[in-house]
C-alpha cells in the first residue's frame, strides 16, 4: 500500500508545473511580451522596422541633398563642398545655410544609425559647380550642377 501511494504521488508531481510565477494571469503572474520575449514575429516586425527606418533616413538624406543645392544664381552660389554620407564631394548653393546644415544633419544621422550606406568609389570631383536650371521634385528651378 505504501509503493502505491508513493508511485501515485511520484506520478502527480510529475504532472503539475512546479513553476514560480508561471506567467499567466490566473496563478496572479504576469503575462507580458517582456516576461516571456519576443515572439518570431514580433522579432520580424522590429527588423522590418529597422529596415524601413534606414530607408527613410536614405530618403531624408536625398530630400536635405536637393534641398541644398537649389541655388538662386548668386556670384558666391554653388561654390562651396560638402562631404556626402560615402565621402563623396558635393557641391551646395551656400555653405552654412539651412538647408546645407539639414543635409549635413541627415548625413550624420545617416552614418550614426549604423545603416549599410552601399559606398562604391568616389568619382573625381569636379573643379567647379554652376547653377543651373533643373527640374526636381519641387517644380522647374535651379540647382548646383553637379
Known amino acids: 500500500m505504501r509503493l502505491g501511494l508513493t508511485v501515485a504521488l511520484l506520478c502527480t508531481s510529475c504532472a503539475l508545473d512546479w513553476t514560480v510565477g508561471s506567467g499567466h494571469a490566473e496563478d496572479g503572474g504576469t503575462d507580458s511580451v517582456a516576461d516571456r520575449g519576443p515572439s518570431d514575429s514580433e522579432t520580424r516586425d522590429v527588423a522590418s522596422s529597422d529596415a524601413r527606418s534606414c530607408s527613410q533616413l536614405e530618403a531624408d538624406v536625398d530630400s536635405a541633398k536637393l534641398a541644398a543645392k537649389q541655388c538662386s544664381s548668386m556670384p558666391d552660389d554653388c561654390m562651396s563642398k560638402v562631404e556626402d554620407q560615402c565621402g563623396c564631394v558635393v557641391f551646395v548653393a ?37 547653377c543651373l536650371p533643373s527640374s526636381g521634385d519641387s517644380g522647374l528651378g535651379t540647382a548646383c550642377d553637379p
Do not use: H, K
Open 94 to 130: 551656400q555653405p552654412s545655410n539651412a538647408a546645407t546644415t539639414a543635409y549635413v544633419m541627415a548625413i550624420q544621422t545617416l552614418q550614426d544609425s549604423g545603416c549599410a550606406l552601399g559606398c562604391a568609389t568616389c568619382p573625381a570631383p569636379p573643379a567647379e559647380s554652376f
